[in-house]
């Protein structure tokens, strides 16, 4: 399939919900794509998945008519997998973690082809993700794209590692579980300042904190009540900005339809709607 304008570069999974005894596909950019999809945004996802158990992620790729490389996205072996149970705070809860294909994670000559006729890329920022950004930014490959990256909750990054990071980014997502005036937070804008980009800190019902350069403000989110689980909201919330903002929207443009979409996620039971699922997983 043709890739898009657009790409999300990220590990896909197997999550394994023990207490139901199903393996469903899951992952942020997976999750992310799916979204995108259902916006309309042409897109395509760079992403790896095994030989031996793939096929549950690539069905559902096929089905959701999310654009991938055929020729590509496929490695002999297992996929990475983890554990997910939800707990009674409705808050996701996830072990056992197999990174399968993605130990020795490296761009196909057609995924790099790909990369060099793209106007973005978003990255969600696992370790080995991460080695990539820094290989093709200093190769020069990611100078002509508009980059964004998911930096997750931050529990493998240092201020110091995320200022490395943020060199090739134009735009980064952090979720933030902890108090905004943590000297992480003051590093992280910091380097916002120190780089002139712009940072999305997301604080749960703290609100959302816009670090554009050296000016940041705290921006509110309204409260809900959690239906279903959190499991889905940050990947919901990221992939609603990021196609407000790619398709032209200024930032509190992209930051409210990004607040509608998280919030929207808290009625899910897993990370994305059941009609994403075939069978329905109720």
């Given at each position: 399939?043709?890739?898009?304008?657009?790409?999300?570069?990220?590990?896909?999974?197997?999550?394994r919900?023990?207490?139901?005894?199903?393996?469903?596909?899951g992952?942020?950019?997976?999750?992310?794509?799916?979204?995108?999809?259902?916006?309309?945004?042409?897109?395509?996802?760079?992403t790896?998945?095994?030989?031996?158990?793939?096929?549950?992620?690539?069905?559902f790729?096929?089905r959701?008519?999310?654009?991938?490389?055929?020729?590509?996205?496929?490695a002999?072996?297992?996929?990475?997998?983890?554990?997910?149970?939800?707990?009674?705070?409705?808050?996701?809860?996830?072990?056992?973690f197999?990174?399968?294909?993605?130990?020795?994670?490296r761009?196909?000559?057609?995924?790099?082809?790909?990369v060099?006729?793209?106007?973005s890329?978003?990255?969600?920022?696992?370790?080995?993700v991460?080695a990539?950004?820094?290989?093709?930014?200093?190769?020069?490959?990611?100078?002509?794209?508009?980059?964004?990256?998911?930096?997750?909750?931050?529990?493998?990054?240092?201020?110091?590692?995320?200022?490395?990071?943020?060199?090739?980014?134009?735009?980064?997502f952090?979720?933030?579980?902890?108090?905004?005036?943590?000297a992480?937070?003051?590093?992280?804008?910091?380097?916002?300042?120190?780089?002139?980009?712009?940072?999305?800190v997301?604080?749960?019902?703290r609100?959302?904190?816009l670090?554009?350069?050296?000016?940041?403000?705290?921006?509110p989110?309204?409260?809900?009540?959690?239906?279903?689980?959190?499991?889905?909201?940050?990947?919901?919330?990221?992939?609603?900005?990021?196609?407000?903002?790619?398709?032209?929207g200024?930032?509190?443009?992209?930051?409210?339809?990004?607040?509608?979409?998280?919030?929207?996620?808290?009625?899910?039971?897993?990370?994305?709607p059941?009609?994403?699922?075939?069978?329905?997983?109720?």
């Amino acid at each position: 399939m043709i890739a898009g304008p657009h790409l999300l570069l990220g590990p896909a999974s197997i999550d394994r919900w023990t207490a139901e005894g199903r393996d469903l596909p899951g992952g942020g950019a997976l999750n992310v794509a799916y979204h995108w999809a259902r916006a309309g945004l042409p897109s395509c996802l760079l992403t790896r998945v095994g030989s031996d158990d793939g096929e549950v992620v690539l069905e559902f790729l096929r089905r959701n008519d999310i654009g991938h490389l055929a020729g590509s996205i496929t490695a002999p072996g297992q996929s990475a997998a983890i554990d997910v149970a939800i707990g009674a705070d409705r808050q996701p809860h996830m072990d056992n973690f197999v990174d399968g294909v993605w130990h020795d994670f490296r761009l196909t000559a057609e995924e790099e082809a790909v990369v060099a006729t793209a106007a973005s890329l978003h990255c969600v920022l696992a370790d080995p993700v991460d080695a990539e950004v820094h290989r093709l930014g200093a190769d020069g490959a990611l100078a002509h794209l508009a980059v964004s990256g998911d930096f997750l909750d931050f529990r493998h990054f240092s201020v110091e590692r995320f200022a490395a990071t943020m060199q090739y980014l134009a735009l980064g997502f952090v979720g933030w579980p902890g108090d905004p005036d943590d000297a992480v937070v003051h590093g992280v804008r910091g380097v916002a300042a120190d780089l002139g980009r712009t940072v999305v800190v997301t604080l749960g019902s703290r609100g959302v904190l816009l670090v554009t350069g050296p000016t940041a403000r705290l921006v509110p989110v309204r409260a809900v009540a959690v239906q279903g689980t959190t499991v889905g909201c940050g990947d919901a919330f990221i992939a609603a900005f990021l196609v407000r903002h790619l398709r032209g929207g200024t930032l509190d443009e992209s930051l409210d339809d990004a607040r509608v979409a998280g919030a929207a996620a808290t009625g899910w039971l897993r990370p994305l709607p059941d009609d994403a699922y075939a069978p329905l997983t109720r």
